[in-house]
Protein backbone atom coordinates (compact mmCIF):
# COMPACT_ATOMS: atom_id res chain seq x y z
CA UNK A 1 0.00 0.00 0.00
CA UNK A 2 1.25 3.39 -1.02
CA UNK A 3 1.64 6.45 1.63
CA UNK A 4 -1.29 8.38 -0.79
CA UNK A 5 -3.08 4.94 -0.23
CA UNK A 6 -2.46 5.14 3.74
CA UNK A 7 -3.47 8.52 4.45
CA UNK A 8 -6.41 8.41 2.37
CA UNK A 9 -7.58 5.21 4.26
CA UNK A 10 -7.01 6.99 7.71
CA UNK A 11 -8.44 10.31 6.56
CA UNK A 12 -11.70 7.82 6.12
CA UNK A 13 -11.46 6.08 9.75
CA UNK A 14 -11.41 10.02 11.15
CA UNK A 15 -14.28 11.07 9.19
CA UNK A 16 -16.09 8.11 10.12
CA UNK A 17 -14.82 8.44 14.00
CA UNK A 18 -15.67 12.16 14.17
CA UNK A 19 -19.67 12.07 13.86
CA UNK A 20 -19.43 8.97 16.65
CA UNK A 21 -17.55 11.41 19.09
CA UNK A 22 -19.93 13.94 18.37
CA UNK A 23 -22.93 12.31 18.84
CA UNK A 24 -21.57 10.50 22.22
CA UNK A 25 -20.68 14.34 23.28
CA UNK A 26 -23.84 15.35 22.23
CA UNK A 27 -26.00 12.72 24.37
CA UNK A 28 -23.37 13.55 27.49
CA UNK A 29 -24.10 16.82 27.11
CA UNK A 30 -27.91 16.22 26.87
CA UNK A 31 -27.59 14.01 30.27
CA UNK A 32 -25.56 16.44 31.78
CA UNK A 33 -28.08 19.29 31.78
CA UNK A 34 -30.88 16.62 31.70
CA UNK A 35 -30.13 15.88 35.47
CA UNK A 36 -30.82 19.05 36.93
CA UNK A 37 -34.12 19.78 34.50
CA UNK A 38 -35.64 16.16 36.05
CA UNK A 39 -34.88 17.30 39.48
CA UNK A 40 -36.02 20.32 38.71
CA UNK A 41 -39.50 18.45 37.03
CA UNK A 42 -39.43 15.93 40.09
CA UNK A 43 -39.60 18.38 43.22
CA UNK A 44 -40.34 21.90 41.93
CA UNK A 45 -42.64 21.63 38.99
CA UNK A 46 -44.91 18.46 39.67
CA UNK A 47 -45.02 19.66 43.25
CA UNK A 48 -46.13 23.26 42.23
CA UNK A 49 -48.84 22.12 39.86
CA UNK A 50 -50.10 19.79 42.39
CA UNK A 51 -50.37 23.12 45.08
CA UNK A 52 -51.93 25.13 41.88
CA UNK A 53 -55.02 22.40 41.44
CA UNK A 54 -55.45 22.67 44.91
CA UNK A 55 -55.92 26.22 44.86
CA UNK A 56 -58.72 25.74 42.36
CA UNK A 57 -60.27 23.56 44.37
CA UNK A 58 -62.88 24.60 47.25
CA UNK A 59 -63.10 24.24 51.01
CA UNK A 60 -65.27 20.67 52.33
CA UNK A 61 -65.04 19.37 55.51
CA UNK A 62 -63.76 15.69 55.09
CA UNK A 63 -60.17 13.86 54.34
CA UNK A 64 -58.43 15.87 52.17
CA UNK A 65 -60.44 19.13 53.43
CA UNK A 66 -60.77 20.16 49.88
CA UNK A 67 -63.22 19.51 46.87
CA UNK A 68 -60.61 19.17 43.60
CA UNK A 69 -60.65 22.14 40.79
CA UNK A 70 -61.71 18.06 38.59
CA UNK A 71 -63.65 15.05 38.84
CA UNK A 72 -63.90 12.17 37.31
CA UNK A 73 -66.58 10.89 34.97
CA UNK A 74 -65.07 7.60 33.45
CA UNK A 75 -62.22 8.78 32.16
CA UNK A 76 -63.18 12.19 31.21
CA UNK A 77 -62.35 14.90 33.30
CA UNK A 78 -64.77 17.50 34.20
CA UNK A 79 -64.04 20.95 35.70
CA UNK A 80 -65.18 22.00 38.66
CA UNK A 81 -63.35 24.46 40.40
CA UNK A 82 -62.52 28.54 40.07
CA UNK A 83 -60.00 31.59 40.68
CA UNK A 84 -62.48 32.15 44.48
CA UNK A 85 -59.86 31.60 46.02
CA UNK A 86 -57.40 34.31 44.24
CA UNK A 87 -60.08 37.39 44.11
CA UNK A 88 -60.70 36.36 48.14
CA UNK A 89 -57.29 37.21 48.90
CA UNK A 90 -57.60 40.47 47.14
CA UNK A 91 -60.41 41.58 49.47
CA UNK A 92 -59.09 40.46 52.66
CA UNK A 93 -56.65 42.92 54.14
CA UNK A 94 -55.21 40.61 56.56
CA UNK A 95 -53.73 38.73 53.37
CA UNK A 96 -52.42 41.49 52.01
CA UNK A 97 -50.94 43.46 55.11
CA UNK A 98 -49.12 40.16 55.44
CA UNK A 99 -47.89 40.40 51.79
CA UNK A 100 -47.13 43.87 52.18
CA UNK A 101 -45.89 43.65 55.84
CA UNK A 102 -43.39 40.88 54.78
CA UNK A 103 -41.85 42.14 51.94
CA UNK A 104 -40.97 45.23 53.73
CA UNK A 105 -39.33 43.08 57.14
CA UNK A 106 -37.59 41.07 54.46
CA UNK A 107 -36.37 44.40 52.55
CA UNK A 108 -35.40 46.26 55.69
CA UNK A 109 -33.72 43.10 57.05
CA UNK A 110 -32.07 42.62 53.74
CA UNK A 111 -30.52 46.30 53.58
CA UNK A 112 -29.42 46.01 57.38
CA UNK A 113 -27.85 42.04 56.52
CA UNK A 114 -25.52 44.31 53.54
CA UNK A 115 -24.59 47.24 56.00
CA UNK A 116 -23.52 44.97 58.23
CA UNK A 117 -21.60 42.58 56.11
CA UNK A 118 -20.03 44.62 53.48
CA UNK A 119 -17.53 45.24 55.66
CA UNK A 120 -16.67 42.29 57.09
CA UNK A 121 -16.45 40.70 53.38
CA UNK A 122 -14.05 43.76 53.13
CA UNK A 123 -11.91 43.07 55.24
CA UNK A 124 -11.79 39.28 54.98
CA UNK A 125 -11.07 39.76 51.73
CA UNK A 126 -7.82 41.77 52.24
CA UNK A 127 -6.74 40.19 55.00
CA UNK A 128 -3.31 38.14 54.79
CA UNK A 129 -4.09 34.68 53.28
CA UNK A 130 -3.26 33.45 56.99
CA UNK A 131 -5.56 34.61 58.46
CA UNK A 132 -8.52 34.76 55.79
CA UNK A 133 -9.43 31.34 55.93
CA UNK A 134 -9.63 31.59 59.81
CA UNK A 135 -12.20 34.43 59.72
CA UNK A 136 -14.28 32.48 56.78
CA UNK A 137 -14.62 29.80 59.26
CA UNK A 138 -16.11 32.02 62.09
CA UNK A 139 -18.56 32.93 59.65
CA UNK A 140 -19.89 29.91 58.50
CA UNK A 141 -19.43 28.05 61.80
CA UNK A 142 -23.15 29.95 62.74
CA UNK A 143 -24.20 27.08 60.17
CA UNK A 144 -22.79 23.88 61.85
CA UNK A 145 -25.23 24.11 64.57
CA UNK A 146 -29.10 24.58 64.27
CA UNK A 147 -30.83 27.90 63.14
CA UNK A 148 -33.50 26.93 65.85
CA UNK A 149 -30.90 26.69 68.35
CA UNK A 150 -29.36 29.81 67.23
CA UNK A 151 -32.71 31.84 67.30
CA UNK A 152 -33.46 30.32 71.01
CA UNK A 153 -30.18 31.80 72.00
CA UNK A 154 -30.78 35.08 70.79
CA UNK A 155 -34.06 34.78 72.48
CA UNK A 156 -32.42 34.12 75.58
CA UNK A 157 -30.20 37.70 75.31
CA UNK A 158 -33.31 39.47 74.45
CA UNK A 159 -35.73 38.47 76.88
CA UNK A 160 -36.70 41.22 80.12
CA UNK A 161 -34.15 38.86 82.35
CA UNK A 162 -31.61 38.49 79.26
CA UNK A 163 -27.95 39.99 79.35
CA UNK A 164 -28.74 42.98 77.34
CA UNK A 165 -31.08 44.26 80.05
CA UNK A 166 -29.35 42.86 82.64
CA UNK A 167 -26.10 45.04 81.65
CA UNK A 168 -28.13 48.06 80.81
CA UNK A 169 -29.28 47.89 84.04
CA UNK A 170 -26.43 47.68 85.42
CA UNK A 171 -25.18 50.26 84.07
CA UNK A 172 -27.88 52.65 84.98
CA UNK A 173 -28.57 53.39 81.03
CA UNK A 174 -32.32 52.90 81.47
CA UNK A 175 -34.26 51.90 84.66
CA UNK A 176 -36.91 49.32 84.09
CA UNK A 177 -36.28 46.10 81.29
CA UNK A 178 -36.90 46.93 77.87
CA UNK A 179 -39.57 45.11 75.87
CA UNK A 180 -37.29 43.54 72.70
CA UNK A 181 -39.07 40.35 72.45
CA UNK A 182 -42.42 40.34 70.31
CA UNK A 183 -41.51 43.12 68.64
CA UNK A 184 -40.23 43.97 64.46
CA UNK A 185 -36.85 44.98 66.12
CA UNK A 186 -36.64 41.15 67.49
CA UNK A 187 -37.86 40.21 64.10
CA UNK A 188 -34.93 42.22 62.19
CA UNK A 189 -32.10 41.13 64.33
CA UNK A 190 -33.03 37.78 64.18
CA UNK A 191 -33.09 37.58 60.45
CA UNK A 192 -30.28 39.70 60.01
CA UNK A 193 -28.36 37.39 62.88
CA UNK A 194 -29.46 34.02 61.22
CA UNK A 195 -28.94 35.30 57.05
CA UNK A 196 -25.83 36.60 58.14
CA UNK A 197 -23.19 34.46 56.18
CA UNK A 198 -25.07 34.10 53.27
CA UNK A 199 -24.38 37.72 52.50
CA UNK A 200 -21.23 37.77 53.33
CA UNK A 201 -19.95 34.57 51.39
CA UNK A 202 -21.38 36.11 48.07
CA UNK A 203 -19.73 39.58 48.60
CA UNK A 204 -16.27 38.41 50.05
CA UNK A 205 -16.11 35.90 46.37
CA UNK A 206 -16.56 39.48 44.41
CA UNK A 207 -14.44 42.02 46.74
CA UNK A 208 -11.66 39.06 46.48
CA UNK A 209 -11.01 39.32 43.14
CA UNK A 210 -10.84 42.69 43.03
CA UNK A 211 -7.76 44.06 41.44
CA UNK A 212 -5.82 46.69 43.76
CA UNK A 213 -4.04 47.96 41.23
CA UNK A 214 -7.44 49.67 40.44
CA UNK A 215 -7.54 51.20 43.87
CA UNK A 216 -4.11 52.27 43.55
CA UNK A 217 -4.90 54.10 39.93
CA UNK A 218 -7.65 56.08 41.04
CA UNK A 219 -5.50 57.28 44.37
CA UNK A 220 -3.04 58.06 41.66
CA UNK A 221 -5.73 60.23 39.70
CA UNK A 222 -6.21 62.04 42.78
CA UNK A 223 -9.83 59.91 43.92
CA UNK A 224 -10.25 60.22 48.04
CA UNK A 225 -11.24 57.34 49.64
CA UNK A 226 -14.93 57.43 49.60
CA UNK A 227 -14.55 58.41 45.46
CA UNK A 228 -13.02 55.38 45.21
CA UNK A 229 -15.44 53.27 47.23
CA UNK A 230 -18.76 54.78 44.78
CA UNK A 231 -16.76 54.83 41.38
CA UNK A 232 -14.19 51.36 41.51
CA UNK A 233 -15.27 49.57 44.92
CA UNK A 234 -18.79 49.33 44.67
CA UNK A 235 -19.67 48.92 41.15
CA UNK A 236 -17.30 46.28 41.04
CA UNK A 237 -18.96 44.38 44.05
CA UNK A 238 -22.55 44.89 42.59
CA UNK A 239 -22.79 40.81 41.24
CA UNK A 240 -21.98 40.28 44.78
CA UNK A 241 -24.33 42.65 46.80
CA UNK A 242 -26.95 41.20 43.99
CA UNK A 243 -26.64 37.79 44.97
CA UNK A 244 -26.15 38.19 48.32
CA UNK A 245 -29.63 40.44 48.35
CA UNK A 246 -31.42 37.57 46.93
CA UNK A 247 -29.93 34.67 48.37
CA UNK A 248 -31.32 36.76 52.37
CA UNK A 249 -34.29 38.50 50.46
CA UNK A 250 -36.40 35.26 49.03
CA UNK A 251 -36.05 32.93 52.14
CA UNK A 252 -36.78 35.84 54.70
CA UNK A 253 -40.33 36.61 52.93
CA UNK A 254 -41.12 33.28 53.56
CA UNK A 255 -39.81 33.14 56.94
CA UNK A 256 -42.34 31.61 59.59
CA UNK A 257 -40.20 30.22 62.18
CA UNK A 258 -38.41 34.01 63.34
CA UNK A 259 -42.13 36.11 63.55
CA UNK A 260 -43.78 33.27 65.01
CA UNK A 261 -40.99 32.85 68.04
CA UNK A 262 -40.12 36.68 68.29
CA UNK A 263 -42.61 38.81 66.34
CA UNK A 264 -45.35 40.71 67.24
CA UNK A 265 -48.71 38.50 67.19
CA UNK A 266 -50.50 41.61 65.39
CA UNK A 267 -48.07 41.84 62.84
CA UNK A 268 -48.10 38.08 61.06
CA UNK A 269 -46.21 37.59 57.94
CA UNK A 270 -47.13 35.56 55.23
CA UNK A 271 -45.47 32.17 56.55
CA UNK A 272 -47.64 32.79 59.53
CA UNK A 273 -50.30 33.54 57.73
CA UNK A 274 -49.71 30.42 55.61
CA UNK A 275 -48.87 28.06 58.53
CA UNK A 276 -52.60 29.05 60.04
CA UNK A 277 -54.64 28.25 56.97
CA UNK A 278 -52.88 24.88 56.42
CA UNK A 279 -52.51 23.95 59.84
CA UNK A 280 -55.44 25.96 62.37
CA UNK A 281 -58.47 26.47 59.62
CA UNK A 282 -57.32 23.30 57.44
CA UNK A 283 -58.32 25.25 54.08
CA UNK A 284 -56.03 23.24 51.91
CA UNK A 285 -57.48 25.84 48.72
CA UNK A 286 -56.59 29.28 50.57
CA UNK A 287 -53.38 28.48 51.96
CA UNK A 288 -52.26 27.19 48.23
CA UNK A 289 -53.22 30.16 46.69
CA UNK A 290 -51.68 32.20 49.28
CA UNK A 291 -48.73 30.44 48.36
CA UNK A 292 -48.57 30.54 45.03
CA UNK A 293 -49.23 34.59 44.74
CA UNK A 294 -46.18 34.27 47.42
CA UNK A 295 -43.87 32.57 45.31
CA UNK A 296 -45.25 34.63 42.19
CA UNK A 297 -44.69 38.18 43.72
CA UNK A 298 -41.23 37.09 44.08
CA UNK A 299 -40.11 34.34 40.71
CA UNK A 300 -41.68 36.97 38.37
CA UNK A 301 -39.88 40.40 39.29
CA UNK A 302 -36.41 38.75 39.41
CA UNK A 303 -37.09 36.56 35.93
CA UNK A 304 -37.71 40.16 34.45
CA UNK A 305 -34.34 41.78 36.33
CA UNK A 306 -32.62 39.16 35.10
CA UNK A 307 -34.01 39.25 31.77
CA UNK A 308 -33.45 43.07 31.60
CA UNK A 309 -29.72 42.93 32.75
CA UNK A 310 -29.17 40.26 30.02
CA UNK A 311 -30.46 42.71 27.55
CA UNK A 312 -28.55 45.65 28.61
CA UNK A 313 -25.09 42.82 28.76
CA UNK A 314 -25.84 41.95 25.23
CA UNK A 315 -26.62 45.51 24.14
Given at each position: ???????????????????????????????????????????????FGIVFLISLGTYAFG?????????????????????????????????????????????????????????????????????????????????????????????????????????????????????MLQTDFAVYLTIVFTYLPLMVLPL????????????????????????????????????????????????????????????????????????????????????????????????????????????????
Open positions: MSVQETTDAAVRDLADVSPRRGRARSWGARAVIGVPFGWLLLFFLIPQPPYEPAFRWEGWRPVWQGSFDNYVFLTTDSLYVNAYLGSVLIAGGATVLCLLVAWPMAWVIARAEPRWRNILLMLVILPFWTSSLLRIYALMGMLRQGGIINSVLLWSGIIDSPIQYSTLEKLDGALLEAAADLGARGWQTFWTVTLPLSLPGIVAGCLLVFIPAVGEFVIPNLVGAQDSPMIGDVLWREYFNNRDWPVASAVAIVMLVLLVVPFMLLRNSSALKGEA
